[in-house]
């Protein structure tokens, strides 16, 4: 299985999802990495090379559409997964994150349940998929 060895980047400004995303993950084996704001999670993406982001849309400063159009608009960076993340609430978000580049939506809050098999779902699609 691929999603073993592969590296997720969260990226939420709020604590008690990360925690919660955090939580639901690590017991899949996946190498997790977390950032807060859209400047560290650049940061996070050339240290640690993530296979798939987990990319929360409403974030502090750069929003996660803005940094979902630099990673993939940057050859280096433009092969990672990146599923955005935001409230259900927030209509037409799914239109904006896929023209923006994202690979997959996820709307919150987080479905406890779901969010391991879409998550290796995503991964299982990623064009360099180990
Ligand atoms: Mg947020």
């Known amino acids: 299985m691929q999603n073993r060895n592969s590296v997720i ?9 990360l925690k919660l995303v955090l ?3 690590k017991f ?3 190498q997790i990495v977390t950032a807060t704001d ?15 982001i987990l990319m929360d849309i409403a974030l ?6 803005t940094l979902t159009r630099k990673l993939k608009g ?5 092969h990672i997964v990146v599923v955005g993340l935001s409230a259900s609430a ?29 998550v290796a ?5 990623a064009p360099n998929a180990k």
């Open 9 to 17: 980047l969260v990226v939420d400004d709020n604590a008690t999802n």
């Open 23 to 25: 939580k639901l993950l």
């Open 28 to 30: 899949e084996g996946y």
């Open 38 to 52: 859209a400047e560290e999670a650049q940061a996070v993406v050339q240290r640690s090379s993530p296979d798939l």
């Open 60 to 65: 502090p400063g750069m929003d996660g559409l």
């Open 74 to 78: 940057d050859k280096k960076t433009a």
């Open 90 to 118: 927030m209509k037409g978000d799914d239109q904006k994150a896929f023209s923006a580049g994202c690979d997959g939506y996820i709307t919150k809050p987080i479905n406890t349940r779901e969010l391991q098999s879409q």
């Open 121 to 125: 779902e995503f991964l299982e699609h």
